[in-house]
């Protein structure tokens, strides 16, 4: 049975897959309503969603925190955080976050005369954590329905699919090459240990 390496190689999976929704770019098509900053607490595990604050600033436990509010087309609302991610991880290099809280408080709109807007984020919403995603960018589009190819993301699949399949292939050649050996190796002289015990029995 291979069930512990099915269920290991699942987890894997479950945990690779998390890892890259969150990380990834993904771009939401809405319009802007309004901009904020609220006063954010940052303790326990919603810390763990959160960048630092503004590049060459402190990152204390609780700071200023810019929001940027959002209604899509169907009509949900969705709230994305406007934060610099300086050089840490995930790697936007995003040192701008007072300029796009501008660019986003210029193209607030009403639902009279919608202006909609592709904006680029990472991350996910909880309101059980109090998360947002983190806006990365943002530009007009032409309307709501406008279709956005995400070659980013297929590029960055494409590679890490390939770097997989490399690492898999490697690992093959080793199992093939030692480990198989050294399990027949093991198995004859278990067999040899077991008939020399029955002789002397």
């Known amino acids: 049975m291979h ?11 479950l945990f690779l897959g998390a890892f890259l929704h969150y990380t990834l770019p993904q771009r939401d098509i809405v319009r802007v309503t309004d901009t904020e900053i609220i006063r954010q607490d940052f303790s326990g595990w919603n810390r763990l969603f959160y960048a630092q604050g503004d590049s060459g600033g402190a990152n204390p436990d609780s700071r200023d925190l810019r929001l940027i509010n959002t209604v899509q087309a169907d009509g949900d609302v969705m709230v994305f955080r406007n934060e610099d991610t300086g ?5 936007y290099f995003k040192l701008d976050s007072a300029d796009l809280q501008a660019e986003a408080a210029n193209l607030v709109s009403d639902s009279e005369t919608p202006r909609w807007v592709a904006v680029t984020h990472y991350g996910w919403r909880s309101r059980l954590l109090t998360t947002y995603p983190n806006a990365i960018s943002m530009r007009e589009v032409d309307g709501p329905d406008v279709t956005l190819v995400p070659w980013l993301n297929i590029v960055i699949l494409l590679v890490f699919a390939g770097v997989l399949f490399m690492a898999w292939r490697i690992w093959e050649r080793f199992e093939d090459r030692v480990i198989v050996p050294i399990a027949d190796r093991t198995a004859v002289r278990w067999a040899k240990l077991k008939d020399w015990a029955a002789g002397r029995g």
Request: proline share 19%; no cysteine.
């Open 3 to 13: 069930w512990p390496r099915i269920i290991f190689l699942s987890l894997l999976a």
């Open 87 to 91: 050089f840490g991880w995930p790697p």
